[in-house]
């Protein structure tokens, strides 16, 4: 048996005391066709009575740690031939330690004993509508709308600022802008719109005005606006 096989044996066995004993001494045997050793062979191995030997190899196949091929009981002669199934699990790392459940990153040594389970994402069902960590940023919608939501935020946050006319200007500018005009959240990007708006507000000093007075003000702008053009 190669090293390597009789490894995996001394790592990955189930079996205890005498019963690996009475396994490694099969794999000692063990060739390309199987082992042939005696029970009195294997008995001696383990330091066992020739039926706790036999009792050893019942286990051994119930642990599915052998294989054994009983010869008829004519051939008396004949022992019967056994072959190691023993081969190191998935979860082995591989390495001459045999290390099982961590990762081959973890120092000889130390403590930590947790498992390395690799979390298992679902596959999803279908594909998502939207996927987070692909997204891309994007031209903004030519859909965008002010939202209740960002009404909302908006009267709370940005107070002085004329939404719908800001808004209106906030479209304009990244529609036309030619470059560098893509988003991941275009929402956010309002936000700081709006928010830097409420600053210059402030910084003016522009004293809080009734509706009239803003659509007023906000009139004489638009035809300023216009004037220019
Ligand atoms: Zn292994």
């Not at 498992?115 to 509508?129: D, H």
């Not at 939404?163 to 275009?186: C, G, M, Q, R, V």
Request: with cysteine; proline share 6%.
């Amino acid at each position: 048996m190669s090293i390597e096989a009789m490894s995996a044996v001394l790592h990955h066995s189930q079996a205890g005391g005498s019963t690996k004993l009475v396994l490694i001494g099969i794999a000692n045997h063990q060739g390309d066709a199987g082992a042939w050793p005696a029970i009195s062979t294997l008995a001696r191995y383990a330091n066992v009575s020739e039926r706790q030997a036999q009792r050893a190899i019942r286990q051994l196949e119930e642990l599915g740690e052998i294989k054994v091929d009983y010869q008829a009981p004519e051939m008396l002669k004949r022992t019967n031939r056994y072959w190691v199934t023993v081969r190191c699990p998935k979860e082995c790392d591989g390495t001459t330690q045999h290390r099982v459940g961590v990762t081959s990153m973890t120092r000889k040594g130390d403590t930590d004993d947790t498992p390395r389970v690799t979390p298992m994402t679902p596959e999803p069902l279908s594909e998502p509508t939207e996927k987070p960590m692909l997204q891309k940023p994007t031209r903004i919608p030519e859909t965008f709308v002010i939202t209740d939501d960002m009404r909302h935020w908006a009267k709370e946050t940005v107070p002085d600022v004329q939404i719908d006319f800001e808004t209106e200007s906030f479209i304009d500018y990244w529609s036309a802008k030619p470059n560098h005009a893509t988003k991941l959240d275009w929402v956010k990007t309002w936000q700081v719109w709006m928010r830097e708006n409420q600053k210059r507000q402030t910084r003016r000093g522009v004293p809080k005005s009734s509706r009239s007075e803003r659509n007023l003000e906000l009139l004489k702008k638009i035809a300023a606006e216009e004037g220019k053009q």
